[in-house]
């Protein structure tokens, strides 16, 4: 099959399958990339949580943070589906910062993200992935910002009016009558500026090397491993991820590493057009096409 026929293809399946989907997959040996609406912008939820990592690693590095500092939390008590860790926690918890970055980026737990935000703020680290050439992702909140959306408003059987609100709310320019959901607000990047931050993760850049190992390691040990992670590990491959979910919302980018040598950015974001919060089917699709593409890059 011929490139423009995959990519027709692929995105005849998002839309039959009610996605609307953004992808960019990379080789990051020879440059050569396949991508569906890459330079598209949506809200990054929890993606952001990397570059979060990523500054909280390199001011360790720096001295600026210690990273076996203890911090009081206190607990997020938040009992809606999905958020884990300190999020669910009752009682406030004394905790390391190098604990509460594990717990940040491999549990994705919002409460801990929370605690190295308020060391490391928004503005400081949008500052710093400017310093390290990477360009097209905003940071300008942390996440308490995200538990406070429609989908905690509604009881759980209205559910699907949150999603609802979330498919049909929006702008032809990316605004959207839901804060978090706001490209110009919110937390926010295209899936080629995400293959760019893992490029920059992979390869050698301006980020040192102690610090890219660091946040290749967690990205390596999360546990969240129910949307692209099917189609991309196995006993020959290494695949390092993070999610994002948020009302209509299902992201992942990560990179796959072949045994025999080949490497592959994959950043997958996407929005439902159905009005449901459990969508197995969405996450499989992902991944089918994310599959696709990196397959047709790998035969090349």
């Not at 809200?43 to 911090?71: C, D, Q, W, Y």
């Not at 996440?143 to 498919?167: G, N, W, Y």
């Not at 660091?214 to 992670?229: E, Q």
């Not at 974001?269 to 599959?291: C, W, Y």
Request: net charge negative.
């Amino acid at each position: 099959m011929s490139t423009a026929a995959l990519l027709r293809d692929m995105h005849r399946k998002l839309q039959d399958g009610g996605l609307h989907g953004l992808l960019l997959v990379r080789d990051l040996h020879t440059g050569e990339e396949l991508g569906i609406e890459p330079d598209t912008q949506l809200p990054s939820a929890s993606l952001v949580k990397i570059p979060l990592a990523l500054a909280t690693a390199e001011r360790i590095r720096r001295g600026e943070l210690n990273g076996s500092t203890m911090l009081e939390v206190q607990p997020g008590r938040i009992t809606t589906p999905g958020p884990a860790g300190l999020s669910r926690f009752r009682h406030p918890t004394r905790i390391a910062i190098d604990d509460l970055l594990y717990l940040s980026t491999c549990v994705s737990d919002g409460t801990a993200a929370d605690a190295l935000f308020g060391l490391t703020p928004p503005a400081q680290i949008a500052g710093m992935l400017q310093e390290f050439g990477i360009r097209g992702i905003s940071v300008r909140h942390s996440m308490h910002e995200l538990s406070d959306t429609p989908a905690e408003r509604f009881d759980a059987a209205e559910a699907h009016l949150a999603q609802a609100l979330a498919i049909d709310a929006g702008t032809s320019g990316r605004g959207h009558r839901v804060p978090q959901l706001d490209t110009t607000r919110a937390n926010s990047g295209s899936a080629r500026a995400f293959v760019e931050l893992l490029h920059t993760l992979w390869t050698p850049s301006a980020i040192h090397p102690e610090v890219a190992e660091r946040v290749r390691g967690l990205m390596a040990d999360n546990l969240i491993r129910h949307r692209l992670t099917p189609d991309f590990s196995s006993d020959a491959t290494t695949w390092s991820s993070k999610t994002g979910t948020l009302l209509n919302l299902r992201h992942e980018i990560g990179v796959v590493e072949h045994a025999d040598g080949q490497a592959f950015a994959i950043a997958v974001l996407t929005e439902s057009l159905v009005p449901a919060s459990n969508q197995p089917g969405a996450d499989a699709l992902m991944a089918e096409v994310a599959r696709g593409l990196r397959d047709h890059l790998r035969q090349r």
